[in-house]
Nanobody
Framework: QVQLVESGGGSVQAGGSLRLSCAASGSPGRRDCMGWFRQAPGQEREGVAGIYTVRSLPIIADSVKGRFTISQDNTGNTLYLQMSSLKPDDTGIYYC??????????????????????WGQGTQVTVSS
């Protein structure tokens, strides 16, 4: 089993920055693909970023590319999402997710195509104009 706990959400003005953290525990082999998702009210969940933790290879969604960065600490037990130049459209609940990398994915953990087994409870991010 894998447990995920997000933190770092909050309220910020447009143009500001936030860093989300996800503390992961449980079998590393079950979470070599980790990602961040978000869901705004009334909208579908959107994959924001993913990372193949074994080689620290990131993928960033086009909608946030250049503003968001995904990374992990040296132990591989904490995942980060650094968000800058935040916009009101970035408002939503942000979720951390994890799972074993699919065989078809190669070394890329793409949140738009990868299936994730484990999910955190989410953390709210609110960006005001």
């Amino acid at each position: 089993q894998v447990q995920l706990v997000e933190s770092g959400g909050g309220s910020v003005q447009a143009g500001g920055s936030l860093r989300l953290s996800c503390a992961a525990s449980g079998s590393p082999g079950r979470r070599d693909c980790m990602g961040w998702f978000r869901q705004a009210p009334g909208q579908e969940r959107e994959g924001v970023a993913g990372i193949y933790t074994v080689r620290s290879l990131p993928i960033i969604a086009d909608s946030v590319k250049g503003r968001f960065t995904i990374s992990q600490d040296n132990t591989g037990n904490t995942l980060y999402l650094q968000m800058s130049s935040l916009k009101p459209d970035d408002t939503g609940i942000y979720y951390c997710a994890a799972g074993p990398l699919s065989a078809a994915a190669g070394v890329w953990c793409n949140p738009e195509s990868q299936s994730f087994t484990y999910w955190g409870q989410g953390t709210q991010v609110t960006v005001s104009s």
